[in-house]
C-alpha cells in the first residue's frame, strides 16, 4: 500500500503504546539490541501465491509483550505502519511462538521494497496482516479494523480456511 518509504537508521524510531504499563520509544539500534530468533515459515498473498520456507530473523512478538506489559483489559493490537496503513489482531495471536517482527530474510537485511527496516510476520495469516514498515503498535481493549479490514477483506484472514473476504 503506498509508496516504498526512505529508511534513515539514525532517525528511525518505533513506539509501543496504548494499554500498556510500560509504553516504549525505540531507536533502530535498540530494536536490534533486542533479543531475536529465526523462524522458518511460509508467506501467502490473498491473491493466490505463496512463497515456502522464508527464512525470517527478528524479535519474537512474546518479547514486546514482555516489554511493555501489557494491562489485563489489552485484547488487540493494532499495527501502524509507514502511511497510514493499519492491521490490527488479536493479542493471543500474535503471541504464538512463529510471530516476530522482522529485520532479517533469508540471511539478508530485510529489504525495504519486502518490508525493511521492520516487518510483522503472522504466518497463519494471509500477508495483509504482516504489516510491512511497521512504526508503532498500539495495544487496545476493542478491535480496530485495519486499511484491507476497511475495504471488505476478511478480519481472520486464515489461509487455510481461504478466508480472503468479509
Known amino acids: 500500500m503506498g509508496s516504498v518509504p526512505a529508511f534513515d537508521p539514525k532517525t528511525w ?3 509501543v503504546d496504548g494499554l500498556v504499563k510500560n509504553a516504549v520509544k525505540l531507536t533502530y539500534a535498540e530494536v536490534l539490541n533486542l533479543p531475536k530468533t529465526v523462524n522458518i515459515s511460509d508467506f501467502h498473498c490473498v491473491t493466490g501465491w505463496s512463497r515456502l520456507d522464508n527464512r525470517w530473523e527478528g524479535i519474537p512478538f512474546k518479547v514486546i509483550h ?16 509507514e502511511g497510514d496503513y493499519t492491521t490490527s489482531l488479536p493479542l493471543n495471536n500474535l503471541l504464538e511462538d512463529d510471530v516476530l517482527l522482522a529485520y532479517r530474510l533469508d ?3 530485510l529489504k525495504v521494497e519486502h518490508g525493511g527496516p521492520l516487518r510483522l ?9 504482516s504489516a510491512k ?5 498500539r495495544f487496545t481493549e476493542r478491535q480496530e479494523l485495519g486499511y484491507w479490514e476497511k475495504r471488505g477483506y476478511s478480519n481472520t484472514a486464515d489461509p487455510w480456511n481461504e478466508e480472503r473476504y468479509a
Open 13 to 15: 524510531d518505533f513506539t
Open 66 to 81: 514482555d516489554l511493555v506489559k501489557p494491562l489485563d483489559e489489552a485484547k488487540y493490537v493494532t499495527v501502524v505502519a
Open 107 to 109: 540471511g539478508q537485511p
Open 121 to 129: 510476520v503472522v504466518p497463519k495469516k494471509y500477508a495483509y496482516k
Open 133 to 137: 514498515w511497521v512504526r508503532k503498535l
